[in-house]
C-alpha cells in the first residue's frame, strides 16, 4: 500500500458519537507507551501526525485518520497508565467497547505489545475483548529494536503462551526505528480491505 495522503479527520471524546463512517476501518489497540503513535507515524511516514505520549493516558481520545481517502485508521486510547483514576479508567473502558461493538467498517485490528515484557493483564483482557466482538486481532510485538536478535523467537514464544491467541494469530515484530515489519503490515491491511 502506498501512502498518498495522511489527515486527522475525526477526534472523539469520551460522550462523542462516534462517526459512521463509509470507508473501511483498521483499528490500534496497546497500552500507553506501546509504540503506538510511533507505528502509526511509521506507517504513514510522518514524524508526528499521531499524538505522542507526552501525557501519556491524559489523552482519552478516538482519532480517525482519513488515509488516501480510502481507508482510515482508528487510533483507540492507551490503556494501563498508573497515574489515571479508576473513573478514566472505567470510561476508556466504555468507549472502547462502544467502538469495537458498533463499527460496522472495522476490517482488522492490531493489538500492540512490546516485545520486551511478558504481557500484562491489561494485554490479555484486551485482546479477549477484541475476539469477544467478534474479531481475530493481529499482534504486534513493538520495539524490535530493543532487543538482541538471539532473543526474538524467545519473547515471541513468551507473548504467545500468555495471551493465548487463537490458532493462526500472525504477530509482527516491528521497529519504528528500522521500520522492520512496516512492508507486511501495510501489505497486511492491503489484502484486508481488499477482501
Ligand atoms: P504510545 O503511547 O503507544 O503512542 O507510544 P509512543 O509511540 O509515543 O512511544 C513511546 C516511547 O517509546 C517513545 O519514547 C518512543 O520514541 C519509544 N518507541 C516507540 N517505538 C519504538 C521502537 O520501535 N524502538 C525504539 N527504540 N523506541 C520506540
Known sequence: MIIKSAELET???????????????IAFAGKSNV?????ING?????????????????????????NHDLYFVDLPGYGYAQVSVEIRAKWGKMVERYLH?????????????????????????????????????IIA??????????IQKNLKIIRQKIQPVEGT??????AQTKQG???????????IAE
Open 142 to 151: 513493538t520495539k524490535l529494536d530493543k532487543i538482541k536478535r538471539s532473543q
Open 35 to 39: 509504540g503506538k503513535s510511533s507505528l
Open 170 to 175: 500472525i504477530i509482527i515484530p516491528f521497529s
Open 102 to 138: 458498533t463499527s460496522k467498517q472495522l476490517r482488522l485490528v492490531f493489538l500492540l505489545i512490546d516485545i520486551r515484557h511478558e504481557p500484562s493483564e491489561n494485554d490479555c483482557i484486551m485482546y479477549d475483548w477484541i475476539v469477544k466482538n467478534g474479531y481475530e486481532p493481529v
Open 182 to 192: 512496516k512492508e507486511e503490515i501495510l501489505q497486511l491491511i492491503e489484502d484486508r
Open 11 to 25: 477526534v472523539c471524546g469520551i460522550t462523542s458519537t462516534l462517526p459512521e463512517t463509509e470507508m473501511p476501518e
Open 43 to 67: 506507517l504513514l511516514n510522518r514524524k508526528s501526525l499521531a499524538r505522542t505520549s507526552s501525557q501519556p493516558g491524559k489523552t482519552q481520545t478516538i482519532n480517525y485518520y482519513n488515509i
